[in-house]
């Protein structure tokens, strides 16, 4: 197996916006010099309000950082700015000495690395999570999808319609599957 190359999103803790929104309801009443902190994987993140935006700290090097709003609907959507790029971003990624955006940090998703077998595990895992919920039994290919219940309160024709539709991706799956199982348990004839 090749050696990986690319860093993921996975990799670096982030900061999203559930955090600036309990960041600035902490912060709006504090003293001025008044400072949060979060323990990460990569350190302690201090965080502290500036004139206009806020700033954090982390392993002693400081970033201002700042939000912008757009509009969205009727409302509107905050997001930070990236301190290095200046693009917006919905999460900003921590290293051990800086923070940024997932494209500074050159971040991949897990889900750029799919090969076609992934994509099919994943899209099984989400049509089942849609219809039972997340739980180890579904979660487990190995096990048939008529063994599941009908959930309550999903009429029976949009159970068996799901579950047609369920049935011929997990086919088209396990056929595909088939050849890579033949070669790693060599094919027994």
Same mark, same amino acid.
């Given at each position: 197996?090749?050696?990986?190359?690319?860093?993921?999103?996975?990799?670096?803790?982030?900061?999203?916006?559930?955090?600036? #929104?309990?960041?600035? /309801?902490?912060?709006?009443?504090?003293?001025?010099? $008044?400072?949060?902190?979060?323990?990460?994987?990569?350190? $302690?993140?201090?965080?502290?309000?500036?004139?206009? /935006?806020?700033?954090?700290?982390?392993?002693?090097?400081?970033?201002?950082?700042? $939000?912008?709003?757009?509009?969205?609907?009727?409302?509107?959507?905050?997001?930070?700015?990236?301190?290095?790029? @200046?693009?917006?971003? #919905?999460?900003?990624?921590?290293?051990?000495?800086?923070?940024?955006?997932?494209?500074?940090?050159?971040?991949?998703?897990?889900?750029?690395?799919?090969?076609?077998?992934?994509?099919?595990?994943?899209?099984? +895992?989400?049509?089942?999570?849609?219809?039972?919920?997340?739980?180890?039994?579904?979660?487990?290919?190995?096990?048939?999808? +008529? @063994?599941?219940?009908?959930?309550?309160?999903?009429?029976?024709? $949009?159970?068996?319609?799901?579950?047609?539709?369920? /049935?011929?991706?997990? @086919?088209?799956?396990?056929?595909?599957?088939?050849?890579?199982?033949?070669?790693?348990?060599?094919?027994?004839?």
């Amino acid at each position: 197996m090749r050696d990986r190359t690319r860093s993921y999103t996975t990799d670096l803790p982030r900061i999203g916006l559930p955090f600036l #929104a309990n960041m600035r /309801s902490r912060l709006a009443d504090a003293e001025p010099g $008044t400072q949060l902190y979060t323990q990460t994987e990569s350190g $302690t993140l201090y965080t502290f309000r500036q004139a206009d /935006s806020y700033a954090m700290t982390i392993n002693g090097v400081t970033r201002a950082i700042r $939000t912008t709003i757009t509009q969205a609907g009727y409302g509107v959507r905050e997001w930070y700015v990236c301190p290095h790029c @200046m693009k917006r971003a #919905a999460k900003l990624y921590i290293g051990k000495k800086d923070i940024g955006c997932r494209e500074c940090w050159r971040l991949h998703y897990k889900s750029q690395s799919a090969d076609r077998l992934d994509r099919m595990r994943m899209k099984i +895992r989400q049509q089942r999570y849609a219809i039972w919920g997340n739980n180890d039994l579904t979660n487990n290919l190995f096990n048939d999808i +008529r @063994m599941f219940p009908k959930p309550k309160g999903m009429r029976w024709a $949009t159970f068996d319609r799901k579950r047609a539709e369920l /049935s011929v991706i997990e @086919m088209a799956y396990w056929q595909a599957f088939s050849p890579v199982v033949d070669k790693i348990t060599g094919r027994v004839r």
